[in-house]
């Protein structure tokens, strides 16, 4: 593994991470050589998770953490502190979808796609940067955009609102923090194959207009978004601050 992309010695924190994309970054970074630190919602996935790139001869352990409940997130930051485990990465992936035309959306729904997305990642950064910058030790975040974070699409505006607030969020987190060697950066992924766009899949129009508004004429694979997650979290990336890398199969590119 060339320096510039070697996380040997790095503990990385993924929240959300007992499928989905999160899955795929903690693996990423753990053949990257990472420790890994798996949180998710739900412990008996997590578990699960755990096992499995264990099994492979990775290090990892896991918290339960439901990002939008700030007692959880402090407890398990506790935890990890009288477990020794210092966090030098973040990725704050943990996430759900809700699809409803604004005028139907009830508070509730709102309210919790904007608490998991936008304040769940407000709070798991502050709660990482408080410990990196109290140890001097540098870190990373990769807060996780959306093409949802640059352009709207009817029946998603909670969420569109919450990763658009994730762009500006990782701007601020850039703008203080970058003095203490902390790095504050993006994905953006497009349109991916996961769990969460299952009904968008299986929707036969939903399908062809993903395929012809982008220029490979296809989803995205939770695999593609692997490197571009290495690369911000390891020296490569020590000098890109407040970025969000869209790995869209160039979708915002193009008309
Ligand atoms: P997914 O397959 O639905 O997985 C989401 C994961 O987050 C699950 O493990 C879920 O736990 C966990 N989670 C949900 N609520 C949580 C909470 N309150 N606290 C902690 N963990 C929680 O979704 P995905 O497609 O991998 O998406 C992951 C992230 O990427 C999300 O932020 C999403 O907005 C973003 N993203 C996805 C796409 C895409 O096309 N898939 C594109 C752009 C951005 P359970 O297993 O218990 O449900
Ligand atoms: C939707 C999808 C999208 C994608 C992703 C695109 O309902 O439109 O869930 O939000 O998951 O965010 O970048």
Redesign the pocket.
């Known amino acids: 593994m060339h320096e510039l992309f070697d996380l040997t010695g790095k503990t990385a924190l993924i929240?959300?991470?007992?499928?989905?994309?999160?899955?795929?970054y903690a693996e990423g970074l753990a053949s990257a050589g990472a420790t890994i630190i798996l949180?998710?919602?739900?412990s008996i996935?997590?578990d699960s998770?755990v096992n499995k790139l264990k099994n492979k001869g990775y290090k990892v352990s896991g918290y339960v953490?439901?990002?939008?409940?700030e007692k959880q997130i402090i407890d398990a930051f506790n935890s990890m502190d009288k477990d020794n485990i210092q966090i030098d990465i973040v990725i704050?992936?943990?996430?759900?979808?809700h699809r409803q035309p604004i005028i139907e959306i009830e508070l509730k729904d709102w309210q919790r796609i904007i608490?998991?997305?936008l304040t769940?990642t407000f709070l798991v950064s502050r709660e990482a940067a408080k410990r990196m910058i109290a140890r001097n030790s540098g870190g990373k975040f990769i807060n996780?955009?959306?093409?949802?974070s640059e352009q709207a699409r009817p029946t998603v505006a909670p969420?569109t609102a919450?990763?658009g607030g994730i762009k500006m969020l990782t701007k601020s987190m850039a703008a203080e923090w970058g003095l203490f060697n902390i790095q504050a950066n993006a994905?953006?992924?497009?349109?991916?194959?996961?769990?969460?766009?299952e009904a968008l899949i299986k929707d036969q129009a939903f399908d062809s207009w993903v395929k012809n508004s982008n220029p490979t004429k296809r989803?995205?694979k939770?695999q593609e978004l692997i490197g571009t997650a290495i690369f911000l979290a390891a020296p490569s990336s020590d000098y890109i601050n407040g970025q969000v890398i869209y790995v869209d199969g160039g979708w915002l590119a193009v008309l």
Do not use: E
């Open positions: 929240t959300g991470a007992a499928r989905g994309l999160g899955f795929s949180s998710d919602i739900n996935v997590l998770a953490m439901d990002v939008s409940d704050n992936n943990a996430g759900i979808q608490d998991i997305h769940g996780i955009c959306s093409l949802t969420y919450a990763k994905i953006g992924p497009g349109y991916i194959l996961t769990d969460m766009n989803w995205g939770p």
